[in-house]
Nanobody, 122 residues
Framework: QVQLVESGGGLVQAGGTLRLSCKVSGARFEINAWAWYRQAPGKQRDLVAGIGEHGYSTYVESVNGRFIISRDNAKNTVYLLMNNMKPEDTAVYYC????????????????WGQGTQVSVSS
């Protein structure tokens, strides 16, 4: 079973930068697409960004142009660089396989890591 360990969260002021990391084990990292998701208080978990096997990336509109997802196959790690952060980016961030058309109701019982808390103050 896949194991996911997220890190790098913290408290940052609006306009600031954070870099999240996710160490993956128990899966063929290099042949899979990976993604970052986030869950704000009282809301469902949503897709933020995904990266394919060959590095093609996709972003939700609210973070496009501010966030950059990347991967290091040698380290089995996926990253999320978050620039020009906004208070609405406040959430717990998780990584997992990339699911096109992600539906939290479908994947709630999948294996997830503990997530990393990101808080952005105004």
């Amino acid at each position: 079973q896949v194991q996911l360990v997220e890190s790098g969260g913290g408290l940052v002021q609006a306009g600031g930068t954070l870099r999240l990391s996710c160490k993956v084990s128990g899966a063929r990292f290099e042949i899979n697409a990976w993604a970052w998701y986030r869950q704000a208080p009282g809301k469902q978990r949503d897709l933020v960004a995904g990266i394919g096997e060959h590095g093609y990336s996709t972003y939700v509109e609210s973070v496009n142009g501010r966030f950059i997802i990347s991967r290091d196959n040698a380290k089995n790690t996926v990253y999320l660089l978050m620039n020009n952060m906004k208070p609405e980016d406040t959430a717990v961030y998780y990584c997992n396989f990339y699911y096109d058309g992600f539906d939290w109701g479908v994947h709630a019982n999948d294996a997830w890591g503990q997530g990393t808390q990101v808080s952005v103050s105004s």
